[in-house]
DNA sequence: TCAATTCATGCAAAGCTTTGCGGAAAGCTT
DNA sequence: AAGCTTTCCGCAAAGCTTTGCATGAATTGA
């Protein structure tokens, strides 16, 4: 039960020399000599040296690790983000460290703080879908710790941030249903504070105007984006006394949601009503009929994410958010 | 652009104590006068004081953290595990790392390096399905580094495990595909080196016996997991002469694969083809038709595997398996 | 042969925390 | 008043690495 990682001081002694000389020696300083330098490398390499990263990190104040907050770990966009964050991360030899919000707004901020507190060189988060006030953010930003958030955002002039063309997104997809031929578009969004919500919401509107369609304000439903919460908005729809013959959902949890309840209605998807999500490649062709869907590419948005935080970490730039433009894939759930 | 983190020397400095008073007094040691207890918790408390965890991890030789390594990030099988594994390690006071193998041994290799680097106190793995040779698994065993595996797990002498009951799961299947009418019952399995594929087959078999069905070879074929070549595999299996009037893939994705070559060749399901998955509660009600499927209790494996861990990490108890009961959720996608 | 370089290596501090041990001051007893 | 016990606190080491400065030896030039 020996100890577990040999220390350059094991290498030392083993050697006779002293420790400095085999630090200077493993990073080729040019005061040591080539005999004892080739020595020192062979033994460390037989060892199995590697430094000790928790010294490291003392010494030189840095942790190599990022502190990512999402509203929930399970859900295939945000595990997809993550993914594209990690990838870029293991490149720069950082790790990420994963904190779950579970979209509670106290949960955020217990997170940032035990991140911070396993001293995380900076965080990027993507904020709960309960998060109005932003003030923990802003303290980020006074305290000077690197933060960088994708998706929900908040404070564009403070944080960096990286997002989709929300509202253009969302004209597409009005313009999309009027193309093939549904009317009564409605729209179910999630939490007023969010951002998506809103910038979403601007975009249908818009879209609604330049299809030169009535706005109907009972055609905009609210969710808290839950599966279930989604279905009851959708019954709520079709039992108005006008009902939608296409509806588009903020998510792609929303649209499954969504679609469930006009089936359980005896509806027909697309005859019936049109639907349309926010989603990702994968669940949209598993589904019956196969989701219309704005493709979100959640694994560059993660990759972007990561890049955007890295050059924050390293230089001081003015913030700036990056909006990466979606596409709309059509698939049977919206061609009537 | 001050330090980030106060230390216990900048509490000591600002009330002309030393940093051993500071320290004691934080935890409650008798050595120190009420007063000045008093008095330093108070600044602590202001100052925002918490111990520096690198500096903690170089004293105590730990670092909190484990690390994980699975086969993907992306689907919900790895994430709610995940998820149920961070739950638990949150409440000890653990952070996780994760590390990605995408189903590649090499990559698996290196993560294990990688994460032994970062010196975590232990790892959890969940095999890639490339992985045959299990040298490098029993290395961390023979040096002393906890590893729980789950799932996907070998050498169940060596290393403590979690599983489902597989053999048993895949008899139920058989029995309930009997029981429903179908006869010619098809299994589509993942890499034949995997412990769930052979495992899988054995209940297959075993289920087709008692039910009294003749094996027929033909009717069990393989894929790597992917959708695609799941796919492949379903069409396989459509083209033999007598083809299968049921199927079932051994997991989520390959299920969908199923599906979606049955619906390719304009056959019904279950009419024609009854289909049952190995996988979660989520997708299987999204699908359609409804997925009749082993609930995999994902959530809870990860929280069992985390309990495992932790259990092995604190003291030297032989290597256990736990085997997790599933259950077999009827839906519509098997009722002829 | 002595002084002056050059070359190779070691010392020690810093980064932060815990803890055994020793020390000083105060209070008590006789 | 001297000695003893409490009470309270600081020193220093360990855990690991990096790096400026110092030291020692060896080599060169005069």
């Known amino acids: 039960m020996g100890k577990r990682h040999v220390s350059l001081k094991d290498l030392a002694k083993e050697l006779n020399v002293s420790i400095s000389t085999v630090s200077r020696a493993l990073k080729d300083h040019p005061d040591i000599s080539n005999a004892l330098r080739t020595k020192i490398k062979k033994l460390a390499a037989e060892r199995n040296y590697s430094p000790n990263p928790l010294a490291m990190g003392l010494l030189k104040q840095a942790t190599r690790m990022i502190g990512i907050i999402v509203p929930d770990l399970v859900s295939h966009f945000y595990s997809s983000i993550i993914s594209g964050i990690e990838s870029v991360a293991a ?180 005859e019936d009503t049109g639907v349309v999500g926010f989603t990702d490649e994968f669940h949209s062709t598993v589904v019956s009929p196969p989701l219309t869907s704005i493709t979100h590419p959640t694994f560059e948005m993660g990759q972007k994410t990561a890049e955007l935080f890295f050059k924050h970490l390293n230089s001081d730039v003015p913030p700036e958010t990056i909006v990466l433009k979606t596409q709309l894939i059509e698939r049977l759930s919206s061609s009537k």
Request: proline fraction near 5%; hydrophobic fraction near 40%.
């Open 91 to 270: 490149d720069k030899g950082y790790f990420v460290v994963i904190a779950n919000s579970n979209e509670r707004y106290e949960k955020e901020k217990e997170s940032i703080e035990n991140l911070l507190k396993a001293r995380v060189e900076g965080l990027i988060v993507c904020m709960s879908c309960e998060t109005s006030d932003t003030a923990h953010f802003r303290q980020l930003v006074q305290k000077g710790i690197p933060l960088v958030m994708f998706d929900r955002v908040c404070l564009p002039n403070l944080i960096p941030a990286v997002v989709a063309d929300n509202a253009e997104a969302s004209q597409k997809i009005i313009q999309h249903f009027y193309d093939r031929g549904y009317r009564r578009i409605a729209y179910v969004s999630g939490p007023e504070q969010m951002n998506i919500s809103q910038e979403r919401l601007l975009g249908y509107r818009a879209g609604l105007k330049a299809c030169s369609l009535e706005p109907d304000p009972a055609l905009v439903e609210f969710c808290d984006l839950s599966f279930e919460s989604a279905k009851a908005a959708m019954k709520r729809l079709l039992q108005l006394a006008n009902p939608p013959d296409a509806v588009y959902g903020i998510n792609d949890t929303v649209a499954f949601g969504l679609m469930n309840a006009i089936k359980e209605a005896g509806l027909r998807i697309p």
